[in-house]
């Protein structure tokens, strides 16, 4: 899974993705790759906001996941969080995004992106060595801090639309584009084919832990979404979309892409103008 | 640190940029004062001083709420009513809760509107008297600002933490009312918060068959559950 350390709101939103990944991964290592045939074809635009065509299955999923957070992931977060102490928690997070280096400078490197795909090279040299196999993340104070990429948001550099919203179990949001860029990922990850035909012990401690990490870093943050918001699964899905166009324009703000509101009012009489998108 | 123009529309803010933006203000700020006094004459000078206003502004009404939000000494209900104050006075209300009804905007009666009206604002200042409450006592650095058309500004700033948390970057989007600086959105680490507004209301709205009562009855639940400090089962799936 992406790991997105220092920015709380993708991480909490991811996090809740992972709500159900323990479980699923504790109770049974079942292949997932049949989700990938799963995804639905691109939807039409459905003339509104949301492309959102399979709603109320996402919805479904939306409350199972958090039905798996309720009584599982979150407590095991929370007692992560209380009674490990912050360096081991901030070393098994340098660890886990140290290891992901791999795919985020082949990501890099695919989106023609050099100087950033320098800053992770040199990171995963400095962190390695420096930084005691990942430990530690020495980098960042020497101006290279980390950044998140996959191959979905290399998908999007080449032009690929996100697609129908869609929400999975155990993943959370997987827009078809994204489902894609997880499944590439993982055969740029160098252990996927370190543990190709060997016992998967390795990988799912990884996972489950990552999991296990992002939800402890998101506690308070998610729990201030689910209070402040009027329809949960709708806030997260905005939110999902926001942060990945965030993540896609690696953080740049184009103010000229926004929607039209200098004649918006209630008071006016003009005819509605709903070709605001974001 | 403040500077009055962007090189870009994308601020990278380093040390040295921080240093030559403050050096090149110092040598320019006599010219750009001389340059002023001809402002008719000169419209990059107009723009420069948009720019300072808008600048101030964000500085001013950040430094207010921060204030407020780390003030311990008074109640919850006493904090939201500063909040909402706050929020009347600079913020564009009106047009916040136009634009997060997107295509149902014309839908509501006028007692619907009113009502609306009220309930979105109470609804806000809850929600961001509790969303802010991660930034009590820190400091929001103004980056730089930006004209966007004639009646709007962005302006780009980040908290920065004194625990050695990353910085939030945090823009602005104001608009010009009567010659007065209003918010219309704010962005913090790349969300728009009106948009998620936005897009949360008009689901509501869809999922109930477009009936603009069931928003109203939503933002009721939300707000007397947030009153009474429940914080669980708050899920409200409308289908």
Redesign the interface.
Known sequence: MKTMY?????TAIRSLALAAIAIVVIAAASPRAAMAQDAPPPAVDNG???NDPL??MN?YFF?LN?FFDTILLKPVATWYDGVVPEPGRDGVRNFLDNLRSPVILANDMLQGEWERAGTTASRFGINTTVGVLGLFDPASGWGM?QHSEDFGQTLAVYGTGEGAYLYLPVLGPAPPRDLTGFFVDQFFDPLTYIYWDKPKTVPTARFVVNGIDQRARSL?TL??I??????????I???YR??R???IAN??????D??D??N????TNEP?T?S?R? | MVTTRMTS??MRPSLSRAHAARATRALIAPFAFCAMLFAGFAPAAAQASTDQAAVSFVEDVSTRAIDIISDKGISKAQREEEFRALLLETADM??I???AL??Y??TPTEEQ?AEY?KLVET?IV??YV??LS?YNNEKLDVLGA?A??D??A?V?SEIKFTNGR?PV?V?W?L?KNDGDFKI?DV??????LA??Q???????I??NGGKFES?LE??RT?IS??EAGD?SG??????
């Open positions: 220092g920015t709380a709101m993708p509104v906001d949301e709603e109320p919805r409350e958090k801090p308070k729990d201030q689910e209070r402040t918001s009027v329809d949960h699964y709708a806030t899905r905005n939110l926001q942060i166009a965030n993540e953080g740049q703000r184009d103010f000229d926004l929607p509101i200098e918006l009012n209630f008071d509605n709903p605001m974001f | 529309s994308v009106n047009r809760a136009a634009f997107g295509q905007l014309r509107k009206l609804f809850k929600v509790t969303r991660d930006k966007k058309g009646t709007q962005m780009q990353e970057k823009d989007w608009i219309f962005n913090v680490v790349g969300i728009w948009q998620e936005r897009s949360t209301f008009t689901t509501v869809r999922n928003l939503h933002l939300q559950k947030a914080i708050i899920t409200t799936s409308s289908n």
